[in-house]
């Protein structure tokens, strides 16, 4: 089945103590990215790659970190959580950079950082 | 940079009331338009797409969306809504051409009274 694999659905952390969150998809999918979700804000992207060893930043990326070494995992890491980035992640991917292919969401991650 | 925006925050109706939800995007050249749904507790799906051709387009589950060039204008509507259509819609556009990320409106929360 096709699909956006995110780990771990949910997460209560301490400040400052670096965590990761796992995305993995099985659709030989090129383009990669991810979203964090806050009420009354929408979905705003905060990385995103378009191949392997090839990320770049997206509308929020202070705070984030992300690496892609192989073409089906894109893991985001926060060094340093913070209470502000207590909110709902998703990843996405699709098959090619170009605009007109549609993404496909991970379940989505919901992290507290106390 | 485009922008999206979902003017309707909250709509309540009542089962088989139809229903359109707004959504304007601002950019001047050529787009792909998104409509995804969030259920409660789930990831996004997508609803429907347009990309060229038919400006009319039908998507899943019965709603269809119309792509207005100039009123840049991309609503969704359902001639006749279920108790199961309750859920987050989120209007979303990218363009079309090179490596453009989707950028999502602040989302309309559809609630459907039995």
């Known amino acids: 089945e096709a699909q956006v694999t995110q780990n771990p659905r949910y997460l209560i952390t301490v400040t400052g103590k670096k965590l990761t969150v796992t995305c993995s998809q099985n659709m030989n999918h090129e383009y990669m990215s991810w979203y964090r979700q806050d009420p009354g804000l929408g979905l705003r992207q905060i990385y995103y790659s378009m191949n392997v060893e090839v990320t770049d930043k997206g509308d929020v990326p202070e705070g984030y970190k992300v690496s892609r070494k192989e073409k089906r995992n894109f893991p985001l890491i926060l060094e340093s959580p913070s209470p502000n980035q207590t909110s709902l992640y998703f990843c996405a991917s699709s098959l090619r950079p170009q605009a007109n292919t549609e993404a496909f969401f991970g379940q989505g991650t919901r992290l507290t950082v106390v | 940079a485009q922008s999206v925006s979902q003017h309707n925050h909250h709509v309540i109706l009542s089962e088989a009331a139809s229903l359109e939800l707004g959504c304007n995007y601002s950019y001047g050249g050529t787009v792909n338009l998104f409509w995804y749904v969030q259920y409660p507790g789930q990831h996004l799906q997508l609803l429907l797409k347009?990309?060229?051709?038919?400006?009319l387009v039908k998507g899943i589950k019965g709603f269809e969306a119309e792509f207005i060039k100039s009123k840049f204008s991309f609503n969704l509507r359902k001639p006749s809504v279920q108790w199961s259509d309750t859920a987050e819609y989120f209007c979303a556009v990218n363009a079309n051409f090179g490596n453009e990320k989707l950028t999502f409106g602040t989302g309309t929360r559809l609630t459907i009274i039995p």
């Open positions: 347009y990309f060229s051709g038919d400006p």
